[in-house]
């Protein structure tokens, strides 16, 4: 009987560290993964990934079932179909000094369709001649979120994760709408994790196009930063757990081909790996 209590008194212990664990304002790395042929959510530990109760976006119990990271099949680490936005032109370095910047983030949708998880590849569609990439963190939204405040905007965000903002740029500038050149199946690279507990607002961001740096720059450098960002499209459209925001791209992007390798690398959050292909 002692040793039962002993062993209880362990599991309200672990279980209460990982319920209150994020009102620390510690970081914790959340995965969504395939493994023995069945979908989990966990928490990544080192080299391991810990599983979890229920998805981060409710309250969460640790479990005794931890697998190695090379064993499981990382999945898009956000609920399935969730709404997804994207911040255009939020960074002055994009911009390039030929328009000033939005007075408040600019908004377009990209569809659920489009995302696809590290190593998945990037499918380059039949009839566009100028494919980009675009690095970005990416929001990932914690719980219902209606007419909130910039200052409220944490208690709504669950964390961040890399993000490759795939853009058709000839489909961009002729057609009217942006809903292929954005949208097309495949061009949503996100993850591998979303990390709760950093700070947003001062992450080194980083492209690498086969191997090479062709973006890095901090987030700090964001027109309009996070809280901004989730605040302004409350105003207008409900936020609820899962949904995603594309927060913008610095710098210069250039084209992708066949046969590339784009790793997007965000601090704390890990990398991005995707691969180029034609349809």
Known sequence: MRTLRRYAFLVVAIVGAALTVEARGEVIKYARFVVNGRQAWG????????????????????????????DVKLL?????????????????????????????????????TALIPTGAHVVIPRGTKEVHFEAELVIVIKRRAKKITPEQAPRYILGV???NDISARDWQENDIQWWR???SDTFGPIGPF???????????LTLRHNG??????????????VNQIVSWISQFVT?????????GTPGKTEAIKPGDTLEVEL?????????????
Do not use: W
């Open 239 to 247: 936020l609820e757990p899962g949904d995603v925001i594309f927060t």
């Open 43 to 70: 928490i990544v530990e080192g080299d391991t990934v810990r599983e979890i109760s229920a998805p981060p976006f409710r309250r969460y119990e640790l479990t005794d079932r931890v697998h190695r990271l090379a």
């Open 267 to 279: 601090e704390g959050v890990g990398v991005l790996r995707n691969t180029v292909t034609a349809e």
């Open 212 to 225: 090479v740096v062709k973006q890095s720059e901090n987030t700090k450098n964001m027109v309009h930063n």
């Open 76 to 112: 898009v680490p956000t609920r399935p179909r969730p709404k997804v936005f994207a911040v255009a032109g939020n960074y002055r370095s994009h911009l390039a000094g030929e328009r000033e910047p939005a007075p408040h983030p600019e908004i377009f949708f990209k569809l659920p």
């Open 181 to 183: 050149a954005k949208g």
């Open 161 to 163: 994760t890399c993000g």
């Open 194 to 204: 979303v990390v709760s507990g950093l700070d947003y607002n001062n992450l080194q």
